[in-house]
């Protein structure tokens, strides 16, 4: 049974709608990371309120500083120390340009998050799980993790190394009791575009111009049905795209939308 969940970048979008989903499951324990403590603590209020018995530990850190994310982890109380499904979904894009224009500072944010903060928030958790011998990975990919797009080059970079990692950890993690799943999803509406246009409202809104993109709500959705299979089913990724986005590169838009 699923008692304990951590989801990592549960501030909004996937993340927040994650923990909600979760919660309204029945799961006992989240623990919901990020760095805006006043959503933290608003998302612990919301979700006790509604989900009777459902007990929500927020965590405030940076999860690029691999000092912050150890003393995270090991700052879990001990009915709480061992995960049964940590949720990889912290990341983000920042800046769209061509490569030899691209901002430095963009890309380290990019892999300083999308990477490393996934590495160092998982070698804390999964040896853990191994002990115990059971638990579930959900690593938050991209269809960004085999089509690189055209100014996308370091974010898909990225993706494709969430995406090598995810295997990787299947790998690593067969016959140890601990399964790994990872999500790949394309346009979702989030703060996912605001943030890579550094506040652009107008640019980010032209994202999803004459298209029904996924919500949140959709990839956590695909997330708990991967979590819910029976221990003997292992679901190994899962693509989802709107209907009007066929992959990276081609997107049907609805004109005068």
């Not at 499951?25 to 919901?32: A, K, M, N, R």
């Not at 309120?49 to 965590?59: C, H, I, S, W």
Request: a negative charge; hydrophobic letters at 40%.
């Amino acid at each position: 049974m699923v008692r304990n969940v951590m989801i990592t970048g549960a501030t909004s979008g996937i993340g927040e709608a994650a923990a909600r989903l979760f919660a309204a499951e029945g799961v006992e324990s989240l623990i919901v990371t990020g760095r805006r403590w006043d959503r933290l603590k608003a998302l612990k209020k919301e979700i006790e309120a509604e989900y009777e018995g459902v007990d929500v530990l927020p965590l405030a850190f940076d999860i690029r500083d691999r000092k912050q994310c150890q003393a995270a982890v090991d700052s879990l109380p001990p009915e709480r120390a061992v995960i049964d499904v940590l949720i990889n979904n912290a990341g983000l894009a920042a800046g769209l340009d061509y490569f030899e224009q691209g901002d430095v500072n963009d890309w380290e944010a990019m892999i300083d998050t999308n990477v490393k903060g996934l590495l160092y928030i998982s070698r804390r958790v999964i040896p853990r799980m191994v002990e115990s011998g059971r638990g579930h990975v959900v690593n938050i990919g991209s269809i960004a993790g085999t089509q690189p797009y055209e100014k996308g080059a370091v974010y898909c970079a990225s993706k494709h190394a969430v995406h090598a990692l995810s295997q990787g950890m299947r790998i690593d993690l067969l016959g140890k009791g601990v399964k790994v799943t990872e999500i790949r999803p394309g346009m979702v509406k989030t703060e996912f575009s605001l943030v890579r246009f550094h506040g652009d409202v107008d640019r980010a809104d032209s994202v999803y111009r004459g298209v029904t993109p996924l919500t949140g709500e959709d990839v956590a959705d695909a997330v708990l049905w991967a979590v819910l299979q029976p221990p003997h089913v292992n679901v190994d990724e899962i693509v989802l795209t709107p209907a009007a986005q066929a992959n990276a590169y081609y997107t049907f838009r609805q004109k005068g939308e």
